[in-house]
């Protein structure tokens, strides 16, 4: 073995060390990744909306002990709680022994992705066609979403009250659904449109049937007759579309991708790439010195807006809940949290590389990505993680033995986007963004490194446990 050289000793101690985690971890770790991911897959294929995210964990939590909190019961260390928001947003928390005051350990991830949701009045028939009209949910390239087979999950209430669940198209011997689009033979106007109008808003119209109501007279009668079979099957009647939230998301599973099964392909891993480990790690914390506190929330794709997502008091009053159990102060609370916003950042594609700035984008299986920022054009739009706690962030990533790397959203001034960070650091708390890195993002079928995802699930558990 030749020495190192004085350049290539004094590189080694001051230079930026980034390195395929691939490369640097042994067999067991990579072992690990595969084996966690197994369990990731099933959690996307039976979790494809908000709601049935929420189901799904609230059932392995509620194996693990935890139980829904209630209000005015006070809880000692090592109780393990959930507190459930309209089915759609779930805080898990487990008790610490420092008293709440002193500060929660938060992960935050979001479980709604972008899809297209059924319009209030969807439901009509053309040239004998019955279709459904959409309006596209989060930010989506519309023509990726033609010619692809789509199932359609969701709840509709009737007047009553009574919650029909509805989901068609996951299970193999069950139908599903399509947009079509128009043939290459008579695009020729089409193909001039920008890819932004490729396919227009209007045209995202679902094809659900094409059979007539058996009868001589009337019309339409292929829409008729599915409001028969869906009365039929949910009691639903046309004006029960209005109190319905239906999604129509891509009908396809979770599985590997490449020939040495290091990747996972799959709708929806914005942001169950994240939200999985910070369940899973949620579930494991036992003891915890400080209160360890996952939320999955909804919302997000569209800003965060409303009483499921992030921007409203629900993580607050949470919080704030669990502080005065204790006779402490909720904002005393919030101000000496800490958070990690486990989102997903875009990762450097080899045939899109132009958009990114090497030195600053994420590579797959470099770990999980640490993003100091998000935002577009002059850091518009984003929660800068203060330097000190980065600082605190790196240091416990190094500690802990796990695989990370820096992020940033693209080149400066290319485009940009947000997370939930910048909502929880305007209650006080510390936050900075930590996640997996994404190919495809948004689109119905989206591509993660497995060694990613079990770094992102290592750091949730360490920041909480
Ligand atoms: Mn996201
Ligand atoms: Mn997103």
Same mark, same amino acid.
């Given at each position: 073995?030749?020495? @190192? ?42 979790? @494809? ?14 194996? =693990?002990?935890?139980? @829904? ?36 350990? $938060?992960?935050? #991830? ?8 059924? @319009? ?16 596209? +949910?989060?930010?989506?390239?519309? +023509? ?24 068609? !198209? ?29 396919? =227009? ?63 996972? !392909?799959? +709708? ?26 996952? $939320? ?49 950042? #875009? ?31 002059? =850091? ?26 820096? !992020? ?40 993660? #490194? =497995? ?15």
């Amino acid at each position: 073995m030749s020495e @190192k050289t004085a350049a290539e000793q004094l590189k080694e101690q001051l230079f930026l060390k980034r390195k395929n985690g691939r490369l640097t971890s042994d067999e067991a770790v990579l072992n690990k990744a595969q084996e966690y991911c197994e369990g990731y897959k099933d959690f996307l294929n039976c979790a @494809k909306t908000e709601r049935e995210a929420v189901k799904a964990a609230v059932k392995a939590a509620e194996e =693990k002990g935890f139980k @829904k909190f209630e209000y005015g019961k006070t809880y000692a260390a090592g109780d393990k709680v959930y507190i459930n928001n309209r089915g759609k947003t779930l805080a898990l928390a487990v008790i610490g022994k420092q008293p709440v005051e002193n500060g929660v350990n $938060i992960t935050a #991830a979001h479980i709604d992705s972008p899809r297209l949701d059924l @319009k209030p009045n969807p439901l009509y028939e053309d040239v004998d066609l019955a279709l459904f009209k959409t309006h596209y +949910y989060g930010g989506i390239k519309k +023509y990726q979403w033609t010619a692809v087979p789509l199932a359609l999950h969701g709840v509709c209430v009737l007047k009553d009250g009574t919650v029909k669940e509805v989901s068609v !198209g996951e299970k193999d011997n069950e139908p599903k659904f399509v947009i079509n689009d128009l043939l290459p033979h008579l695009a020729s106007e089409q193909v001039k449109r920008t890819l932004n109008e490729g396919i =227009k808003g209007e045209e995202l119209n679902v094809l659900i049937g094409s059979h007539p109501f058996k009868d001589d007279k009337g019309s339409e009668l292929v829409k008729l007759n599915i409001l028969k079979l869906l009365n039929e099957k949910y009691g639903v009647t046309e004006e029960d579309f209005l109190s319905a939230e239906l999604e129509m998301v891509p009908a396809a599973k979770s599985c590997d991708i490449g020939f040495d099964r290091s990747l996972i !392909g799959s +709708y929806g891993q914005d942001d169950r790439v994240c939200a999985y480990p910070a369940l899973t790690a949620v579930l494991e914390v036992e003891n915890p010195e400080n209160t360890a506190l996952a $939320i999955l929330t909804d919302k997000e794709e569209i800003g965060s807006c409303g009483n499921t997502g992030l921007e409203s008091d629900f993580l607050r009053f949470v919080i704030g809940d669990l502080a005065k159990m204790q006779n402490g102060d909720p904002t005393v609370a919030l101000r000496r949290s800490r958070c990690l916003s486990a989102d997903v950042n #875009a990762g450097m594609d080899p045939t899109f590389q132009d958009v990114m700035e090497r030195r600053n984008a994420s590579l797959l299986n470099y770990g999980v990505v640490v993003t100091k920022y998000t935002g577009a054009r002059g =850091k518009s739009g984003t929660s800068d993680a203060s330097a000190e706690y980065v600082a605190e962030i790196r240091s416990m990533l190094d500690k802990e033995g796990i695989v990370w790397q820096t !992020g940033e959203l693209g080149k400066v001034d290319i485009g940009g986007g947000g997370t939930v960070a910048m909502f929880i650091a305007n209650m006080g708390v510390d936050v900075v963004d930590l996640g997996v890195p994404v190919l495809s993002m948004h689109a119905p079928f989206e591509t993660t #490194a =497995k060694f990613d995802i079990y770094m992102c699930y290592r750091a949730m558990y360490e920041f909480m446990k």
